[in-house]
């Protein structure tokens, strides 16, 4: 098969667009999605500090060699949620490409460790909660992200989720009919009430050309899943979503696009600001934004290591 563009030996086809592509061009198509989805969605200007957060995985670490080599100022921040030999083959990823692509065009990176900065561990506060690790991964995963874009005045913190995991998300969203998961689930969350802004620059690429665009970049990244990922009903919306692509290629990118073209203007209108309805204090324990007294993250703080007192000084949630 031949390239679209200049008709040399095609590496890689991407069904949806009905292309082929070889290596320059794939690589070409990639950033032009990254840079679309920035600017249809009003992501990013480009003077402004973006904190990339980044796990080891393909889609984080191919989302800061894509803002960099576009030019933006891009720093990442890793966390270490000492989850067994997983986290540490995590780091060992993050610290190669630090070395390797982000430091010589300017990156840095944010380092945090749960144990070490806050004396628990993910599966700790799995079992001092009695809840799915992936509920206190997530919760502390936001809070130190917004934490350290706030602490290090960055204007956005960036994420690599892809068109997979955001119609994954999406699925399992409307099957339950969430629709205050369904309101909040875009490309862009705003800066205000003391919350940094979210955005999302990798939702017009699919799982697979990150993934090869890793492999044609050079980039090494952790291929590994998380361990406490398995039975994860994201992961079994996935292989749904991947069955029906397969037959009806485009099913996924006019599923989510879909979604944010016709159904999510209307649900803004239906619920008008919703955002700020909440009543968003400082936390009265470390600072951050929240609509309780105590921040979530000081919660679990609490019960995963009652002896001590809380985080101090810190803000964001
Ligand atoms: S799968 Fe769950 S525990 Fe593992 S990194 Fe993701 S959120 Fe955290
Ligand atoms: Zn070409
Ligand atoms: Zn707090």
Redesign the pocket.
Known sequence: MKCRVCRQAAVIDVRRHNAYFCEEHFVRHCHRQVERAISDHKMLNSDERVLVAV?GGKDSLALWEILLTLGYKADGVFIG?G?TE?SDDSSRFVERFVKDVAAPAGGSLVRLDLQTDFGFD?EGAADATGR???????LS?RHLFNTAALNGNYHAVATGHNLDDEAAVLFGNTLRWQTDFLRRQRPVLPDGNGFPRKVKPMIRLSERETAAYCIVQGIDYQVD?????AG?SHIRYKEMLNMLEESSPGSKAEFYGGFLRNLAPILDEATPDGETQRTIRPCDQCGSPTDNEVCSFCRLLQRVRPETSPTGGTRSD
């Open positions: 796990s949620l989850i997983y993910v799915a690790p992936c509920s206190a991964c997530g995963k899943e998380c361990p406490m990922s994860n």
